[in-house]
């Protein structure tokens, strides 16, 4: 097991694979497709148990295709947590296993979590404590998304994993069109995401790697490159995460405005314009369902070059 | 299964029982009683499965004696899911045998989510998709607790289920020291906090019940009682959930300040206080560790009728 600084992991990744994408899993039963068995059994008469085992069979077989086929071209996988809490135990059985054979990868569970103290002490352990053998985490893995709402005491149980190898990112712009609800509203004269952005900023002072980034990062939605520019102005050790290019509607075009002056400064997650290729996006025509792995694999490797004709290669 | 608006139906259970009194389940391996286990398996040099199983039963068998020590006290149960993920499938299943077999009383998941729309119906799913038999969340339950970061449209996909007989809370101030880093800061004259409430109370008109608050409701902490009489003013129909009360800080003297005109505005949710009162508290003396469940229903009893000393029976 790595002991680096999680950020300089993260970027030393992207300079090997010359790639900036994560692969976001979202295995949504909605959009599975029906040859890994989900509208199958539903309609086979099967009974609830049976009928749960299918869908766990079909998750992991889903999520380990779509790492098959981009695993040399992603620096890393971003689960989305709500999709296997959705089948409670059995959902997060197979993100356990999941977790454990591609434990050499990089994951960022993405669950956007934030509590008060103690509660937020359970969610750092559940996610980053590995010691002893008996009290490790099953859900292990090397970085979060946390909500800064609550403050930095919320965040605070995580900075110990992040002073070893652990990365974490904070939401202050986010993709979704009504983010600027509260994040778009102004505290003296400055917006409540460039707020976060700050306040993020100076708590990760600590976590800063050898390549200048901090470990401590912030999420900046691809929708919002003006946004970006002003966070990444305000938070320049910051790492930024950043969702929404393709289905939300994000241009790799704008990726400059996250990156940073070395362009090393932000990874692209896609999830449904990568995952659901087959049936989302410019390859949806190419690609059967059945082909959906190859339809991912063709999609990731358009994104990687997107984003490295947009920004050099990293 | 009851079809009455959330709201109504957590409001008739308190003037049922007499009580505003929710308990919160929080149970910590840190703060368990060594008689259920925890400590015990942990030197008998079990392996890791055995241990994984004795800590399950642990689990289960503390909330289970709670949950029976206070059930005619409480009007229902906050589950902090961050305990339970903390072990991965494993808790996740005690959660949900926990959940299954006390189907009848109130139960309140708090796990704080928030996040973009798509995502947003998967978290909904998982904790109120009950139709069907193989597609039901295995972790139903009454109602949950949000964090609006996102804006409206990361709460939207929770909307069809507050207009049937499910309810949430919102954040609006939360109870730990630093939730004024953002929550305090001021928006065009009042603090981020007030500026959630009346967004919320404006999202909640549509889940209004016959005693006249909505279903869709906020959190604000014990802890902040000036914070309180501005959210009330701001947001007359929203139930709020209290936490804070013992262990953090809060007072029942100051509970006039959530519940309302006619007192029936709020819930308080004691954790530590409660389900630890042999090790927290003023009742830590008089009780030892394997009488947790008298310890809890002595200090559930005295908070009870505390609240109902500030505020009349509900």
């Known amino acids: 097991m790595t002991t680096a600084n999680f950020a300089d992991q993260l970027i030393d990744e992207m300079k090997r694979k010359k790639s900036r994408l994560i692969v976001g899993l979202d295995p949504s039963q909605e959009h599975a497709p029906a040859s890994l068995g989900g509208e199958v059994v539903a309609t086979l008469g099967l009974g609830t148990r049976e009928i749960g085992v299918a869908r766990q069979w079909a998750m992991r077989e889903f999520c380990e295709r779509i790492i098959a086929a981009t695993e040399d071209i992603a620096v890393g996988y971003k689960v989305q947590l709500a999709y296997f809490e959705r089948y409670g135990s059995a959902g997060m059985h197979v993100l356990e296993r999941l977790l454990l054979e591609h434990e050499p990868k990089l994951f960022i569970l993405d669950g956007k979590r934030g509590d008060i103290g103690a509660t937020s002490k359970a969610y750092a352990d559940a996610y980053f ?10 859900l292990l893995c090397d970085a979060v998304t946390l ?25 202050a712009k986010t993709s979704n069109p009504s983010s600027g609800d509260l994040q778009d509203q102004e505290i003296d004269g400055e917006p409540v995401y460039a707020r976060m952005a700050r306040l993020v900023n100076e708590w990760g002072a ?13 999420v900046v939605g691809a929708t919002y490159p003006e946004a970006a520019r002003r966070v990444r102005q305000l938070a320049p050790k910051s790492l930024i995460l950043v969702p929404g290019i393709g289905v939300q509607g994000g241009r790799p075009q704008d990726a400059d405005a996250f990156a940073g002056e070395d362009g090393c400064g932000a990874v692209f997650n896609f999830s449904r314009s990568i995952i659901y290729a087959y049936k989302y996006g410019p390859f949806a025509d190419e690609h059967d369902e059945d082909k959906f792995e190859t339809a991912a694999r063709v999609a990731a490797e358009h994104y990687r070059v997107s984003l490295n004709e947009a920004l050099g290669e990293p």
């Open 129 to 138: 404590y590995d010691k002893g053998t008996d009290d490790q985490s099953p």
């Open 147 to 171: 909500n800064g709402y609550l403050g930095k005491d919320a965040l605070e149980p995580f900075f110990p994993f992040l002073a070893q190898n652990k990365g974490a990112f904070v939401l």
């Open 206 to 218: 600590d976590f800063v790697g050898d390549h200048g980034y901090s470990s401590l990062g912030l």
